[in-house]
Structures are given as C-alpha cells and as structure tokens.
C-alpha cells in the first residue's frame, strides 16, 4: 500500500438495516403520541364550534323577545283533536328555529317561507320546497355530520319529502309530550315570555344538541303525520326493526326529559351530542352548559323546568 492511500473513499455512510428500524420505531412512536393530542384538538374545535352556534341561536332568541315581547313558539300548528295522541293537527308547523332565522343573518332563506302553508302537503309538494331543503350552517354541528339534506319520513318509513339536517332540539320540559301545562320553555303555539321563567334564565335550559347521527331530523319544524326513528348510525337501530322505539311529530323539534341525562341509549326523541365530553346546552340568559353522564339526573329535570321551584346549585 502505498504511503497516504486511504480507504475513506470506501467507507459507508448510510443507515444500517438496526438503525432504520430504530429511526421507523422511534417516528411511529411520535405519531402514536402526537395522534391522539391532533384528534383532541380537532374535537374541542368541533365542540366549540356547536358552542359559538347555541350561542348565536340565544342572541337571536332575545332579539326575537326584544321585538315580539314573547320567546317564539316551539312551532306553529292548528290543532283539530286534543284527545288524540299523538294530537291531530294540520300544521303548517314552522318552527323555533325558522322564527328566528331573521337575527341569524339567514334573512334569504327566511324570505323564501310562506308561513301560512304547510311545511309539506302532498296536493302541493313544491310550495316551500327552496325553504325546506335551504342549508342552515348555524343549525350543523360541525362534529356531528356534514350539511346535507334528510329523508323526513312517515310511521310506515314511507319518505314525505326531504329537508335541511338540523343538529338541535328545543325543550318542552319534563312531562309527556301533550301533557298541559307544559313545563318547559317551548311548545306547540307556545309564547313564553322572559319573564315566566320564573326558576331563572340562567337556570333553564332551551335548546340543546341533538346529533343526527342518532335521530334525523330538519330544522323546519313539524310536519303532521311524521315520525322520528333511530338513525342508521345509532348503537340502538334495528335493521330488522327500523321503526323500534320511533316517537310522533313533535320530537321533530322538541324534546322532552324526564327519566335520564343525555345518552346513546335514549329514544330517538331525546338529547345527545357528538362530543365526547358530554352534550352541550343553551340557558335562556344566552350562556351554555355541558351535561354529562355524572351529571345528575334530578339536576338535569330541574334545568329543563322553567317554574318548578327546584332549588339546585349547579357550576
């Protein structure tokens, strides 16, 4: 060999197969740590996002009130048998929700409703179509599915027409659904005022989440006839038996609590949120709660009740 010959030219200076491996398990290990931390945060801004819609929803209520010096009813119906249940009545059945659309800079989709017809009637299936099927994003909850149209269906499952998804329900109170009087804040042609809430505005609950991924339903209220059935995605939903456990028209937007919190297990009427920290809720002072499965399930009735006299403390 000859004097100052080298073999660095030779030399390697890639990774062996050991170091690879190392270098694979070492990031593989940083995704399993980082994952979950980039689906929690995606998860809080879902839920903030159904947070900043509640709120939205109860700056339009109090104008609603500011203007009309009543709370709009949980929809609007003609009653043509009390006796019956579920009650017979024609509509049109245009909800809380489509009252309010005004002071939720939705005043296009607004225009587009004759109030005075039915949300649906099969002699003019066109009449408010434009509305029905108008997309609200303030009445999608971001974690719960994307803005889409629903099939609103009759007992039988037969399809009656389609409507824009709504994520959130109003809250009749703590008795069966045509008991009177109503305890909560919203009803068929109901008109409570501030003022009736006599448990507190901070202290009643009148909106909350209702995901379509366990009942379908439209924000455009109540249409005689329909009727609410598990969602295909719902731990509950029988393909065998779709129709297990439906509830009538009005749980089309209104929603009634009386044996437990929020829960996957409830009927196709009843409060549940997507997020995983629990359902969230808007007070009638235009704040928000979250209830969860250690929650109470006295409180919970209580903050549904707009006069019951509960004396609860809750954070």
């Known amino acids: 060999m000859k004097a100052g010959f080298s073999n660095d030219r030779f030399s390697r200076h890639g990774f062996t197969l050991v170091e690879l491996l190392v270098v694979i398990a070492i990031i593989g290990a940083l995704i399993g740590l980082l994952l979950p931390a980039v689906q929690s945060a995606r998860g809080a801004a879902r839920r903030m996002s159904s947070l900043n819609n509640l709120k939205q929803m109860g700056l339009a209520l109090h104008t609603y009130h500011d203007g009309m010096r009543r709370l709009p009813p949980g929809f609007t119906s003609t009653v043509t048998d009390a006796s019956t249940t579920p009650v017979t ?11 309010i659309l005004p002071f939720m800079e939705e005043e296009n989709v607004y225009r587009q409703i004759d109030f005075s017809k039915r949300i649906y009637a099969p002699s003019s299936p066109t009449d408010n179509q434009a509305a029905r099927e108008s997309i609200v994003a303030a009445f999608v909850d971001p974690g719960d ?51 009736d809430i006599v448990d507190g505005t901070s202290k009643t609950i009148g909106i909350g989440e209702r995901m379509s991924r366990h009942t379908q339903s439209s924000w455009v209220g109540v249409t005689p006839g329909q009727t609410l059935f598990y969602a295909p995605e719902s731990p509950r939903f029988d393909p065998a038996n779709p129709t297990f456990n439906n509830r009538p028209a009005i749980t089309a937007t209104l929603v009634h609590v009386r044996s437990s919190v929020p829960s996957l297990q409830g009927s196709p009427g009843g409060f549940i949120g997507p997020h995983t920290a629990g359902t969230q809720f808007l007070n009638m002072d235009g704040s928000c709660r979250l209830i969860n499965a250690e929650t109470s399930t006295d409180v919970f009735k209580a903050l549904c009740t707009r006069a019951g006299g509960e004396h609860v403390t809750v954070e």
């Open 145 to 195: 599915t994307a803005a889409k149209l629903i099939d609103v269906k009759d007992v039988s499952q037969n399809v009656m027409f389609q409507g824009a998804v709504c994520s959130y329900a109003g809250c009749l109170g703590t008795l069966s659904y045509e008991e009177q009087p109503f305890t909560g804040v919203f009803h068929r042609n109901s008109g409570i005022r501030l003022d």
């Open 89 to 99: 009545e024609t509509g049109p059945g245009w909800s809380l929700f489509a009252e």
